[in-house]
């Protein structure tokens, strides 16, 4: 069991000796799992998650965006447990936008849930939607084939952001893009970390795109899972194309990818 921060800064997400069963605790998805992440002010963090496919990765984002409860422990958010009045916007590798409102009335919704007048939810939707780079497109349907995937994603991102910009949890959000729009996505992703410092939550099966968007890696290993090792991204906290033919930056893909092989090996 890995040793988390816990220092005189505030904790933005806390999951405490968490577990999962879905048999009546025959048997354990997860078990007496420990995340704290602190929150660092005009900075953020961006932690990434990653591990064997059936470890539990998307599951741990569902508890911190209040969308599952665990069999036991508890998920805290800003020290208060998560619930109807402070869950966590999250993004989803499937393409989440409704397809018969318009992407800038799919931006808006929070707003428009919280009661905000049209006109100021509006502008502020289209902060976000120029942000983006989708202006242009706030008129159209937020559907396939209307906009492309990585539109859609980016309408997520959005939606997501005004909803809650401290936070964005982000399930494997550029799975399913062909190369060139992740690429395109992973800088639009560390271009809006440097601008509003959230705290983000990101999982993927991506190592190299792990190492170029996180500062904290932790791996997760099989069923009953738990975190076992943390890598801490020693790169510069503005990060660029050619970040990724640095040195360091091979040294620390080869490290994540060899602590995935151990921990494959844990069983």
Known sequence: MLNFKDTTLNNIIELRGISQSYDGGESYIIKDLDLLIEDKPAQGQFVVILGMSGCGKSTLLRYMAGLQDPTSGSVLVKDKPVGRDNRVSMVFQQYSSLPWMTVLDNVALALRYNGIAEKERNEKAMELIE?????????????????????????????????NSEILLMDEPFG???????????????????????????VTHDISEAVYLGDDIYIMKSAPSQFVEHISVDLPFSRERATKREPRFVELVNEVEDRMVKVSEMG
């Open 131 to 163: 942000m983006v780079g989708l202006a242009g497109h706030e008129h159209k349907y937020a559907q396939y084939p209307t906009l492309s995937g990585g539109q859609l994603q980016r309408v997520a991102i959005a939606r997501s952001l005004i909803a």
């Open 176 to 202: 399913a893009l062909d190369v060139k729009t992740r690429l395109q996505m992973q800088d639009l992703l560390a271009s809006i970390w440097k601008k509003f410092h959230p705290t983000i939550v990101f």
